[in-house]
């Protein structure tokens, strides 16, 4: 049996790994929609001769260029042009980085094998509440790109062996090599809980 294409093998995993803009576009595009059809409103409104609804079209052109052509800078035209450029940085921002799905692979030459973070992080709390023999309510871990955290909440009066624990989670991590690695950090809180 012939192995996977590696280009194949990598596309797949990419699409599993990352997602696409299309939320944040189609939320420009109605924005910009939206936009578009209230100034085609206030042309109009102006066009038949009746007030504006809000503001109108003409009368803010005017007062551009006019401030453009040296009647001095307002403070509203500063603060439309600060607000653009934020909304023009973040959406080149949102263009050029790719989305992250809270996933990752496991080096596999036969599969592609995605994990979800969630389940990464339900089985490093299960390993550490076997560990540190706490009940499920002491335990909760999360794992992000490069990291999993787990937060331990021991019985009030009682110590649990941090680094045992941590290095239950670390020999987890090792074993299944989880692409990009983790790093596992245990937390222990100072307030323990009663009646765990």
């Not at 990598?10 to 990352?18: A, G, I, K, M, S």
């Not at 309510?137 to 062996?161: C, E, F, K, N």
């Amino acid at each position: 049996m012939s192995g996977i294409d590696p280009g194949l093998y990598r596309r797949v995993l990419r699409r599993e790994l990352h997602s696409s803009r299309s939320g944040s576009t189609i939320v420009v595009l109605v924005l910009l929609t939206l936009a578009v059809g209230y100034v085609g409103v206030e042309a109009v409104y102006a066009a038949l001769g009746r007030p504006a609804l809000l503001f109108s079209p003409v009368d803010v052109l005017a007062m551009l260029t006019s401030s453009v052509d040296g009647g001095g800078t307002s403070g509203l035209v500063l603060g439309a042009g600060v607000v653009a450029a934020i909304v023009g940085l973040v959406l080149i921002g949102l263009a050029v980085t790719a989305g992250r799905r809270g996933r990752h692979t496991i080096d596999d030459d036969r599969v592609a094998v995605v994990v979800d973070d969630r389940v990464i992080a339900s089985s490093l709390a299960r390993t550490a509440r076997t560990s540190g023999r706490l009940s499920e309510q002491q335990v909760s871990a999360w794992v992000s790109r490069r990291r999993a955290q787990i937060d331990l909440t021991p019985s009030s009066g009682l110590a649990v062996d941090d680094g045992a624990v941590e290095a239950a989670s670390r020999a987890e991590l090792e074993s299944v090599a989880y692409r990009p690695a983790l790093s596992a950090r245990v937390r222990t809180t100072d307030q323990g809980r009663l009646g765990a």
